[in-house]
């Protein structure tokens, strides 16, 4: 690198500190020397902590995303389908719950909704959604084809977001650095191999929904809600709809007017409940016990109550239902029927390396959920 770019690169991260926008395509162009490694990791660390500081603007973080897929993204080319749906958070939230997020995708899969899922490791916790989906058998590490094959098969898949196989220059870097939410949280989640059109996506910060929302919009998705859940009894939130407080919605779609509202668990026919019932216990093995438990509706009341809010959501988004509370009790169906834990099963099964360690891992933990002979007895139907 010469002087010449080290001074503009510089200039840039002086304007964002006085309070000044950038363009999509100047924050394309930073972003775009730092995925390259073009720039020192102070001017890296600096400019991400400015741009965060400042505020993101939506524009902002269309010129990061952009920059990410085309510098740092392997991409599926083959259609998956007219309607192929996203659901994840972008992390960083300060109430951290179990993996809600992967659950409820799971039990949409369950009922015909394809799902095309970018998730990542956690940075302040232990139980992110790739750490807990690989603790029960998934495999992680695998190339995009297996994914691909995956949504195809299955309805579900999941690219993993700090893999060199999906991002293969510096997205895993970059985040493996930082403890703190910025811009690249937000377009790194939106940057995925395959560009669904529907979506729901918690984000960490009230702050940002409207912003994520017009982002989502300008780069391509059809229809989505953004939320962000609160507590009644804590300062924090969570990337999910909430049951322990109030939730913000932003919600979009290409044949309507956006709408923002809020909702609560009381509206879709839910209880209110307090934050420990929900919370992580940040331990792995305790926590991908407590995941095979939910899916398979043997878990706390709690625990499932939230992980049917946030598919029912995804069901209403997806077409499935006219609104959602009748997805949440069609989540809560679909746990209740074994239907969910079949689908989980046929995606370890899918998903899976090519000695089936990743299934022999499964029954394991199926184990200590006492959930075995459920478990395989769908082995036996989904992988011969």
């Known amino acids: 690198m010469n002087n010449q770019t080290l001074k503009a690169f510089g200039e840039n991260i002086q304007r964002l500190i006085n309070k000044e ?3 999509q395509h100047e924050c394309y162009l930073m972003f775009k020397q730092i995925l390259c490694h073009m720039q020192p990791d102070l001017h890296q660390g600096a400019f991400l902590a400015a741009l965060t500081s400042k505020g993101e603007t939506p524009q902002e973080i269309a010129g990061a995303w952009k920059a990410i897929v085309d510098y740092d993204t392997v ?6 389908g007219r309607l192929v749906f996203e659901n994840s958070g972008t992390g960083m939230d300060q109430l951290k719950t179990f993996n809600v997020s992967s659950a409820a995708g799971i039990v949409a899969a369950a009922h015909g909704v394809r799902l095309a899922r970018h998730g990542s490791r956690a940075l302040t916790s232990s139980c992110g959604t790739v750490d807990i989906l690989e603790s029960i058998g998934l495999n992680v590490s695998c190339d995009v084809s297996l994914v691909q094959k995956s949504i195809i098969n299955t309805n579900i898949g999941l690219f993993n977001g700090m893999s060199h196989k999906i991002h293969q220059k510096s997205l895993a870097r970059i985040l493996s ?3 703190f939410g910025s811009t690249l949280n937000i377009a790194a989640s939106l940057a995925s191999p395959y560009q669904a059109t529907h979506a ?3 984000v960490f910060s009230q702050d940002i929904v409207e912003k994520v929302a017009c982002v989502m919009k300008a780069i391509g998705y059809e229809k989505g809600l953004v939320v962000h859940g609160k507590d009644d009894h804590n300062e924090g939130g969570i990337d999910e709809l909430s049951t322990i407080g109030e939730s913000i919605v932003y919600e979009f779609s290409l044949d309507r007017n956006d709408a923002c509202y809020s909702i609560t668990p009381e509206d879709v026919g ?4 307090t934050y420990d019932k929900i919370a992580s216990t940040g331990d792995i093995k305790k926590e991908r016990v407590r995941f095979l438990e939910v899916i398979s509706g043997k878990g706390h009341e709690e625990c499932i109550d939230i992980t049917c809010f946030n598919a029912g959501a995804i069901l209403y988004t997806a077409g499935k239902t006219t609104d959602i509370q009748k997805g949440v009790h069609l989540s809560k169906e679909i746990i209740k029927s074994g239907k969910a834990l079949k689908k989980l099963t046929q995606w370890i ?3 899976s390396d090519s000695h089936k360690k990743g299934v022999r891992q499964y029954i394991q933990v199926a184990n200590k959920a006492h959930i075995e002979n459920d478990v395989n007895q769908h082995i036996d139907e989904c992988c011969g």
């Open 21 to 23: 926008d950038l363009s």
């Open 349 to 351: 099964c899918t998903q």
């Open 75 to 80: 991409k599926i080319n083959k259609n998956l």
């Open 200 to 202: 729901l996506r918690g």
């Open 270 to 273: 839910l209880t209110r409940t």
């Open 177 to 179: 650095q930082i403890r």
